[in-house]
C-alpha cells in the first residue's frame, strides 16, 4: 500500500505478553504447602481465600487484599470461573499456590474490567479455611483427668476457660486476658450451638480444641469487627468448675419429702392466696436451708416469677389453692389442647 514500500525490510519491536495453547489446562504451583494437612478441600466445601490477580507479565487486576477481606466461594460448583474452580480442589487450610489459568477457562476472548481479552491469569492464593455444609463440630481430647466420672450434660452450670481463634491461628478472645471464667448452663442457647455441643460429656479439669463450622458458629455474617463471616472456629477449653442441674423442664426440685400442706406453708397470712412476694420468701429459705434446690446459673428473681406465672393460671397476681399444683401432679392430669 501507501505505507509500506514493495521490497522494503521490516523491523517489529515485539514485547511477548502472554501466549497460551487453547487444549491447555490450568498450571498449579504450590508455593507453600502447611506440614499438617489433616484434610484437602473437595467439590462442595466451602473456601474463605485471599488472592493477589495478575496478568503474565505481572499487571496487577484485582485483589482481595485491598479489600480487607477475604474471597469466599463453593468449589467445584461453578460460582467462581472454570479454572479457578479446579485451582482451589485438593488445597490444605493455610495453603499458598499459584494458580495460572488460559482464557478458555478464564474470562475469555472478551475479557472483564481491567482483564483484556484472551488474557492468561495469575492467582496467588491463601487459603484461610474451609468447610462442608454438612461438617458437625469436631472435638480433640488434650487431656482427661484420671477421675473423669461426672461428665456435663444440658442443664449443668459451668464455669471455664478458653481461647478463640481462627484455623490461621488468629487470636480472637481469650478468657485468660480477661482474668476470669465463662459462665454458661449448658444447652440454654447462651453460647452458640458449636460450643454447646463442645461442651457436652466433659469432666472438671479436661481440656479439649472444639473446632465449629459457621453454620454452627456464627454463620455468613459473623460478628462485626470481632469474627469474620463463615468462619470457622477453634476453641482450646479447660473447664474448671461443673454444678449439676436440674433435670429438664425442671427450675427447682426438692430434696427430701414434699410437706402434704405445702400451700398452707406457703400462705403465711392464712387468707386463702399467696403473692409473688409470699412464694418468693418461702422458695429462698428452702433453698437457703438445704430443702429444696433451684436451677444454677440463673436469676434467682427470673426463676421465681417464671415459677408464680406458672401457677397463676388466671393471671389475677394471685394463686389459690385450686390453681396450686406440683409438677408431678400436673403430668398427671390430662388436658385437652385446640
Given at each position: 500500500?501507501?505505507?509500506?514500500?514493495?521490497?522494503?525490510?521490516?523491523?517489529?519491536?515485539?514485547?511477548?505478553?502472554?501466549?497460551?495453547?487453547?487444549?491447555?489446562?490450568?498450571?498449579?504451583?504450590?508455593?507453600?504447602?502447611?506440614?499438617?494437612?489433616?484434610?484437602?478441600?473437595?467439590?462442595?466445601?466451602?473456601?474463605?481465600?485471599?488472592?493477589?490477580?495478575?496478568?503474565?507479565?505481572?499487571?496487577?487486576?484485582?485483589?482481595?487484599?485491598?479489600?480487607?477481606?477475604?474471597?469466599?466461594?463453593?468449589?467445584?460448583?461453578?460460582?467462581?470461573?472454570?479454572?479457578?474452580?479446579?485451582?482451589?480442589?485438593?488445597?490444605?487450610?493455610?495453603?499458598?499456590?499459584?494458580?495460572?489459568?488460559?482464557?478458555?477457562?478464564?474470562?475469555?476472548?472478551?475479557?472483564?474490567?481491567?482483564?483484556?481479552?484472551?488474557?492468561?491469569?495469575?492467582?496467588?492464593?491463601?487459603?484461610?479455611?474451609?468447610?462442608?455444609?454438612?461438617?458437625?463440630?469436631?472435638?480433640?481430647?488434650?487431656?482427661?483427668?484420671?477421675?473423669?466420672?461426672?461428665?456435663?450434660?444440658?442443664?449443668?452450670?459451668?464455669?471455664?476457660?478458653?481461647?478463640?481463634?481462627?484455623?490461621?491461628?488468629?487470636?480472637?478472645?481469650?478468657?485468660?486476658?480477661?482474668?476470669?471464667?465463662?459462665?454458661?448452663?449448658?444447652?440454654?442457647?447462651?453460647?452458640?450451638?458449636?460450643?454447646?455441643?463442645?461442651?457436652?460429656?466433659?469432666?472438671?479439669?479436661?481440656?479439649?480444641?472444639?473446632?465449629?463450622?459457621?453454620?454452627?458458629?456464627?454463620?455468613?455474617?459473623?460478628?462485626?469487627?470481632?469474627?469474620?463471616?463463615?468462619a470457622v472456629l477453634v476453641f482450646d477449653i479447660e473447664l474448671l468448675e461443673l454444678v449439676s442441674g436440674l433435670p429438664e423442664g425442671y427450675m427447682f426440685v426438692w430434696n427430701g419429702e414434699v410437706s402434704p400442706n405445702l400451700f398452707?406453708?406457703?400462705?403465711?397470712?392464712?387468707?386463702?392466696?399467696?403473692?409473688?412476694?409470699?412464694?418468693?420468701?418461702?422458695?429462698?429459705?428452702?433453698?437457703?436451708?438445704?430443702?429444696?434446690?433451684?436451677?444454677?446459673?440463673?436469676?434467682?428473681?427470673?426463676?421465681?416469677?417464671?415459677?408464680?406465672?406458672?401457677?397463676?393460671?388466671?393471671?389475677?397476681?394471685?394463686?389459690?389453692?385450686?390453681?396450686?399444683?406440683?409438677?408431678?401432679?400436673?403430668?398427671?392430669?390430662?388436658?385437652?389442647?385446640?
Amino acid at each position: 500500500g501507501k505505507e509500506i514500500p514493495g521490497q522494503a525490510s521490516l523491523v517489529f519491536d515485539v514485547a511477548l505478553l502472554d501466549l497460551h495453547n487453547p487444549k491447555d489446562g490450568i498450571t498449579i504451583e504450590n508455593q507453600q504447602v502447611p506440614e499438617s494437612c489433616e484434610r484437602i478441600s473437595q467439590t462442595g466445601d466451602f473456601l474463605r481465600y485471599h488472592y493477589n490477580g495478575t496478568l503474565l507479565d505481572g499487571t496487577l487486576f484485582d485483589s482481595s487484599y485491598s479489600r480487607n477481606r477475604t474471597y469466599d466461594t463453593y468449589v467445584g460448583k461453578g460460582y467462581v470461573i472454570a479454572g479457578m474452580d479446579e485451582g482451589l480442589l485438593g488445597v490444605c487450610t493455610g495453603e499458598k499456590r499459584r494458580i495460572i489459568i488460559p482464557p478458555h477457562l478464564g474470562y475469555g476472548e472478551e475479557g472483564r474490567g481491567k482483564i483484556p481479552g484472551s488474557a492468561v491469569l495469575v492467582f496467588d492464593i491463601h487459603v484461610v479455611d474451609f468447610h462442608n455444609p454438612s461438617d458437625s463440630v469436631s472435638i480433640t481430647v488434650n487431656y482427661k483427668p484420671s477421675n473423669c466420672t461426672v461428665l456435663s450434660k444440658k442443664g449443668d452450670y459451668l464455669k471455664y476457660h478458653y481461647n478463640a481463634s481462627l484455623l490461621d491461628g488468629t487470636l480472637l478472645d481469650s478468657t485468660h486476658s480477661l482474668g476470669k471464667t465463662y459462665n454458661i448452663v449448658l444447652g440454654s442457647g447462651q453460647v452458640v450451638v458449636g460450643m454447646d455441643m463442645g461442651l457436652q460429656d466433659m469432666c472438671v479439669g479436661e481440656r479439649r480444641t472444639v473446632v465449629i463450622p459457621p453454620h454452627l458458629g456464627y454463620g455468613e455474617d459473623g460478628v462485626e469487627g470481632e469474627v469474620p463471616g463463615s468462619a470457622v472456629l477453634v476453641f482450646d477449653i479447660e473447664l474448671l468448675e461443673l454444678v449439676s442441674g436440674l433435670p429438664e423442664g425442671y427450675m427447682f426440685v426438692w430434696n427430701g419429702e414434699v410437706s402434704p400442706n405445702l400451700f398452707e406453708e406457703i400462705d403465711k397470712n392464712r387468707d386463702g392466696e399467696v403473692l409473688l412476694e409470699e412464694f418468693s420468701e418461702y422458695i429462698r429459705v428452702q433453698v437457703d436451708s438445704g430443702k429444696g434446690k433451684l436451677a444454677p446459673g440463673f436469676d434467682f428473681e427470673k426463676i421465681i416469677k417464671n415459677m408464680f406465672t406458672n401457677q397463676d393460671r388466671d393471671g389475677n397476681g394471685k394463686v389459690t389453692a385450686e390453681e396450686f399444683k406440683l409438677k408431678d401432679q400436673e403430668a398427671k392430669e390430662e388436658h385437652d389442647e385446640l
